[in-house]
């Protein structure tokens, strides 16, 4: 019997499985301001295939706008990253074709109270691909309990108003 055509066909079926780069998993704070919050982040992949990275931010958010960018630049192969997708919450950036400079943005978006997470799909040709990307939050104003009364005073007496014209 002859092992090493056996051996041989073995080791071409290990070898023509689909790379997979390391998938990166970061928890992010954000700088928190009055009623803002910005994080940025940065992720290198050091092996070549496809890639989907998570970045939760912390702490939640009220019910904001959100926006965010990426970017990546890679003159050289192994810096280069092709980015496919990337969503906040579910909400998709607009992705740029691949290229040496790829870029994605999302404008401002409305998003619901409660954690907020980006996931990014992407392929990495090199074993130093980087990519690097921003979020921005601004709350929406909660009007005070004051304003509702006020409100409530201002439709009442438009009521009575309106009444008294009739009689």
Same mark, same amino acid.
């Given at each position: 019997?002859?092992?090493?055509?056996?051996? %041989?066909?073995?080791? &071409?079926? &290990?070898?023509?499985?689909?790379?997979?780069?390391?998938?990166?998993?970061?928890?992010?704070?954000?700088?928190?301001?009055?009623?803002?919050?910005?994080? @940025?982040?940065?992720?290198? /992949? /050091? *092996?070549? @295939?496809?890639?989907?990275?998570?970045?939760?931010? *912390?702490?939640?958010?009220? %019910?904001?706008?959100i926006d965010g960018v990426l970017a990546s630049i890679g003159f050289k192969a192994k810096n280069d990253i092709d980015l496919y997708t990337a969503n906040i919450n579910g909400n998709s950036y607009t992705i740029d074709?691949? @290229?040496?400079?790829?870029?994605?943005? %999302?404008?401002?978006?409305?998003?619901? *109270?409660?954690?907020?997470? %980006?996931?990014?799909?992407?392929?990495?040709?090199?074993?130093?691909?980087?990519?690097?990307?921003?979020?921005?939050?601004?709350?929406?104003?909660?009007?005070?309990?004051?304003?509702?009364?006020?409100?409530?005073?201002? &439709?009442?007496?438009? @009521?009575? &108003?309106?009444?008294?014209?009739?009689?």
């Amino acid at each position: 019997m002859k092992i090493k055509p056996f051996i %041989l066909a073995a080791v &071409l079926a &290990l070898g023509t499985g689909v790379a997979v780069a390391d998938n990166q998993n970061q928890s992010v704070n954000w700088i928190i301001g009055a009623n803002s919050w910005t994080a @940025g982040f940065s992720v290198t /992949h /050091h *092996a070549v @295939g496809a890639f989907t990275d998570t970045f939760t931010f *912390a702490p939640d958010v009220p %019910l904001s706008l959100i926006d965010g960018v990426l970017a990546s630049i890679g003159f050289k192969a192994k810096n280069d990253i092709d980015l496919y997708t990337a969503n906040i919450n579910g909400n998709s950036y607009t992705i740029d074709p691949n @290229g040496s400079y790829e870029h994605g943005t %999302l404008p401002p978006t409305l998003i619901t *109270a409660g954690p907020v997470v %980006l996931t990014v799909t992407g392929k990495s040709w090199g074993t130093l691909a980087t990519y690097t990307g921003s979020a921005n939050v601004v709350a929406m104003p909660v009007p005070e309990p004051e304003t509702y009364g006020m409100l409530l005073g201002g &439709l009442a007496a438009i @009521g009575l &108003l309106a009444r008294r014209r009739q009689a």
